[in-house]
């Protein structure tokens, strides 16, 4: 028991010493659990430091085994439903694990029952983040709108000469940008609520990012996270140790408890943002300006304005939720120093991504939007509010969210709804208690082939001259769809051939949606 208790007390020193890419992690012995983006990242970048690798995945990736094998990595192909005997007759020093394991999942029990550390990316990747130069991290969370706040802060920041990087659940791992061979000034790094479980706040592998945000909160991977506490716990996260700024959402009081509650440096301020006006240390708007009255001298009786929503709207960006995330993404670059004009200037070329609130074509006085990024009920809100009367495709797979309450709220504006995916039984019982007057028409395929021809050609008997045919699903895409993507190019493609020649028959289909601005 003495020589045990030995090795693991030497084993916890060594890892506690392993926070620099100039360490000696030679010879350190690793499990990595999953062969995604990430977990073959991480495998990649402890090669790269000379440790000893072994990844545990469930499904073996060609492209990638063939890489781990040149690169000296083992590969276990094993359904992880129970711990691999391979892992549990000899143990790691280490265990680094992918964003999708649960933290109830049987090998990180076993590894917390035989006392084996556990990381995640982002723990190795604070550590090892100084291999070229040590960036400034900027972090972004929330339930909706970290991907295309990410990508603002990231325009806003580069263009005042800085090299940065958007990383992270974005679909870039931290761990390359990391290792970029020129290096990074920052890294505006997007984390999931799993990314965020398993990040400590204390110890060496602790985060001290520059500036971070939480853009709103809202029951979301409940099913992971077994609790809205727990979710909420693992969200409040990206504020502890911030440098400089805590940046919260005036409409979310949940998020300004978050940083009431951080533990961050001395100097550390509370920013808020919101759609109303602000106070003197808020991003706000005033009479249709984006302002900031919190990085100026005078913030208590002026403010500086950003851009309008005039500006905004011929890019579809004036749109409530978006403008949101707008004040939040400049919120976090005037916390960087980057001047208000120089902001306003690199808005003025900024487009969303494809499957965010996206005109695929108008024909016959309707308009057809693409929203499939909205997978929960909180982004589906945005996205309803945002128009006027709603022919609305809605559904998926709903993780354990309930939606009767976002039916309940939107009733009135539906001229129908059209339900497809999974766990349509649930929201059609939603429909049948909150909205019972709305027309409902259920896709019941389960050819993903037909998914979107059916609901598009139920979509058009129903919509009327001014009405918006909206895909909202509120609920994940994986059900009958390779991704959010997939689902929404399937949309697109369905309504295109259901309009042929007619879509666009008004001008410029790109503008933005004419309700709810």
Known sequence: MAAELTDATAGATRLDGLTSWHADWRGLRVAVLGLGVTGFAVADTLAELGADVTVFARDRDDDRARILDVIGVRLVVHP????????????????????????????????????????????????????????????ITGTNGKTTTVQLAATLIAAHDVRVAPCGNIGVPVLDAVRDPLGYDVLVVELSSFQLHAMPTSGPGAVHPFSSVCLNLADDHLDWHGSMEAYRDAKAKVYQNAKVACVYNRADEATMHMVEDAEVEEGARAIGFGLDTPGPSDFGVVDGILCDRAFLEERRTAALEITTLDELEPRGLAVPHIVANILAASALARSYGVPVGV????????????????????????????????????????????????????????????????????????????????????????????????????????DTESVMPDAVALAASVAEDGDTVLLAPAAASMDQFTDYADRGRRFHDAVRERLGGTANDEPDSDDPPAEGR
């Not at 790691?92 to 917390?112: I, N, Q």
């Open 80 to 139: 992880l439903d129970e711990v691999p005997a391979d892992l549990a007759e000899t143990p790691p020093e280490l265990v680094v694990v992918s964003p999708g394991f649960r933290p109830d999942h049987p090998v990180l029990r076993w590894a917390a029952d035989a006392g084996v550390p556990v990381w995640g990316d982002i723990e190795l990747a604070w550590r090892v983040r100084d291999k070229v130069k040590a960036a400034e991290w900027m972090l």
């Open 343 to 446: 902001i306003h200037d690199a808005l003025a070329s900024f487009r969303l991504d494809a499957h965010r609130i996206e005109t695929v074509a108008i024909a016959g006085g309707i308009r057809w939007i693409d929203d499939s990024k909205a997978t929960n009920p909180h982004a589906a809100e945005a996205s309803l509010r945002a128009f006027g009367r709603v022919v609305w495709i809605v559904g998926g797979l709903l993780k354990g969210v309930d939606a009767d309450a976002l039916v309940a709220r939107h009733a009135a504006r539906l001229r129908a709804a059209i339900v497809i995916g999974r766990d349509r039984a649930a929201l059609v019982e939603a429909f049948r208690r909150h909205a019972p007057d709305v027309p409902l028409f259920e896709v019941a395929t389960t």
